[in-house]
């Protein structure tokens, strides 16, 4: 089982392991920050870990700059074509899309000046990449549905079953 870490002001931090949970508290850097936990045996006595602590002090975490790359643009768009709308699982032309089915299409082409950029690249299906082809959207008459911007990189990515306890401080 892990912990959740929190920052002073409550802010989800990191996922650590029980293990570094539990050394935190025996040197006093954190607290529980919900009563719910998992009591360890230990031949002097019981020790309850809390699934959710919280430091003591305010640590200034900067934020990351989060390179570009396809995958990325791809996971911040959610596999939904900007132009169309449609996402994996979605019929188009008879056939579920898949992820596969899904590229980054450049929004200012690159013949054009285009970059590798967050806010010039978003996710687009096989269909509207082909018809927007080597044009910008006002030339091929396809507005785009949202405006594709650099993503946020101070998110904490939990995957699997997450605790209830959990729940009230990461945004779910």
């Known amino acids: 089982m892990s912990v959740l870490l929190l920052n002073a002001s ?3 931090l990191a996922v650590i392991p029980q293990r570094r949970a539990m050394s935190l508290m025996l040197r006093e850097r954190v607290e529980p920050a919900t009563e719910e936990g998992v009591t360890i045996q230990g031949t002097s006595g019981n020790l309850t870990v809390p699934s959710v602590v919280r430091l003591r002090c ?3 975490v900067p934020r990351r ?3 570009w790359s396809r995958k990325g643009v791809l996971q911040r768009d959610g596999y939904r074509c900007i132009y169309c709308g ?16 899904f590229s980054v299409d450049h929004i200012i082409p690159c013949s054009r000046g285009g970059r590798n950029t967050w806010t010039n ?8 990449n082909n018809r927007k082809a ?3 959207p006002h030339e091929a008459a ?8 650099i993503p946020r990189v101070n998110y904490l ?4 079953q997450i605790p209830a306890a959990w729940k009230l401080y990461l945004q779910i």
């Open 134 to 136: 080597d044009r910008t």
């Open 86 to 101: 449609l996402q994996v699982g979605d019929r188009q032309r008879g056939q579920f899309l898949a992820r596969t089915d």
């Open 121 to 128: 690249t978003a996710c687009a299906c096989g269909v509207c």
């Open 10 to 12: 409550y802010e989800p």
């Open 58 to 60: 305010y640590i200034n």
């Open 157 to 160: 990515i939990v995957s699997g």
């Open 142 to 149: 396809m507005p785009l549905r949202w405006e594709p911007k």
């Open 65 to 67: 700059g989060t390179r």
